[in-house]
């Protein structure tokens, strides 16, 4: 099964891309957050992509915007997506969003999504199950079996 990650990192040409019209990335801007080459903009030593697997970078919230992802997918007949993310009302709504407007099967991880309990609930239950299927780790270790 093919894996994808998606980071966020910016190099000094996408800082300068950045409107002061964007609340979220102006503030990284200005504060430098995310910048290639550090810490915070690699991904987490425990999610580390294995051989084969494909890293995108983006810079902003949702993992087909300024990316080559659609690219990735279609190049390899890829139809379905499992996604999972911090946070769930940023990149996950995003995410979920722009791939059913795309025609990809959705499923969403619950358990590997993360933001504030209320948020997260009402994302999980009341609007992701429109375009994708809402499941959790066990139900995807079924759905592969």
Avoid: W
Wanted: charged share 25%; glycine share 8%.
């Amino acid at each position: 099964m093919p894996v994808v990650h998606v980071r966020v990192a910016f190099t000094e040409q996408d800082y300068a891309s950045v409107s002061e019209r964007n609340k979220s990335f102006a503030a990284m801007r200005g504060a430098r957050r995310l910048a290639e080459g550090t810490p915070d903009a690699e991904i987490h030593p425990d999610l580390a992509p294995g051989a084969g697997d494909v890293v995108v970078t983006k810079t902003r919230v949702g993992a087909f915007s300024t990316t080559a992802l659609e690219t990735h997918l279609r190049g390899r007949g890829i139809d379905t997506l499992v996604l999972a993310g911090v946070a769930t009302s940023g990149v996950v709504l995003s995410t979920v969003r722009d791939a059913a407007d795309r025609d990809y099967r959705l499923f969403v991880l619950r358990d590997c999504c993360l933001d504030t309990s209320e948020v997260h609930s009402l994302l999980v239950s009341q609007v992701f199950p429109r375009q994708a299927e809402v499941i959790d780790v066990a139900g995807f270790g079924e759905l592969l079996a």
